[in-house]
């Protein structure tokens, strides 16, 4: 059981998951606790001479067995399908014995439970309609003496195994109910952790993102003014290479005419030898 209970240690866990798990826990329940409460009811209705309602029980939970047995074959929607028909069955049968001093209300309220945790609110709203149609029905039969009651609420209270009926219904839709928020209710808080931790998580690698653009931004930055010199300095030494290159020429300019005088001079020099001989 404890196994069971614990339904909510994996963080990656859908909802889903979670009411396939609740409802496999809800039906070993049923059959612990319920098999019994409907025998006790049989008994009970027995020994008050309801024959009809007595074996009424009996057919009516018949599709709990059913979701039970073949519980792996079947889909989810009828496997709670299934639940919700013998609950909403076993109301109606005991508002129309009892009248609304019965078990029909508590057995409508769980049923409004149930449908609203293994499916949505949409469905929850639904069944509501849907138990308040029998009860406005049976109600009216009542009124209009078309229904009454075979048996006085001094008669079942004087009778033990009513007590004791009363007791382990109470009991038994005390746990269901109690079960099925409370671990709906502790997938939600783990979930809530689970999301709190990566939010923190995310948090964490936002402002390490926030300190590398800002190392980033620094070192473009740096890069940026790098180049910047970089590009003063290719210029400076360009003038520079530029005013050498012109130096360079004049110097080569002055050094070809220098040549060029001595060639002169030289030819000059051939000339007056050659006058001289």
Avoid at 44 to 65: D, H, K, M, N, R
Avoid at 76 to 90: E, P, R, V
Avoid at 166 to 173: D, E, I, N, P, Q
Wanted: net charge positive; aromatic share 12%.
């Amino acid at each position: 059981m404890r196994n069971l209970l614990n339904i909510t240690s994996d963080p990656n866990e859908t909802i889903q998951d979670v009411r396939t798990q609740l409802l496999f826990l809800i039906l070993i329940i049923i059959n612990i606790l319920g098999v019994p409460i409907v025998i006790i009811g049989f008994i009970e209705a027995f020994i008050l001479g309801q024959y009809l309602t007595a074996s009424s029980y009996i057919i009516f939970f018949s599709p709990v067995l059913f979701a039970t047995i073949f519980r792996k074959k079947i889909s989810y929607q009828l496997c709670t399908g299934s639940i919700l028909l013998s609950l909403y069955l076993i109301g109606i049968i005991n508002l129309i014995i009892y009248g609304f001093s019965g078990a029909a209300t508590p057995i409508f309220l769980l049923l409004l439970v149930f449908t609203t945790v293994f499916f949505d609110i949409k469905a929850g709203f639904k069944a509501v309609l849907l138990c308040l149609l029998p009860m406005l029905i049976v109600g009216f039969l009542y009124i209009q003496n078309i229904l009454s009651l075979d048996i006085s609420l001094r008669e079942i209270s004087t009778i033990p195994v009513s007590w004791f009926t009363a007791s382990a219904v109470l009991f038994f839709f005390g746990i269901l109910i109690v079960l099925s928020f409370g671990i709906i209710q502790k997938k939600m808080l783990h979930s809530m952790q689970f999301s709190k931790q990566k939010a923190d998580e995310f948090k964490r690698i936002n402002l390490q993102l926030n300190e590398n653009i800002l190392i980033r931004k620094e070192t473009e930055t740096k890069l940026r003014n790098f180049h910047n010199k970089l590009e003063d300095l290719i210029k400076e030494r360009t003038k520079e290479l530029e005013e050498k290159n012109i130096e360079l020429e004049k110097f080569n300019k002055l050094f070809i005419g220098r040549e060029l005088r001595i060639k002169e001079l030289k030819d000059k020099v051939r000339k007056l030898k050659e006058n001289e001989k």
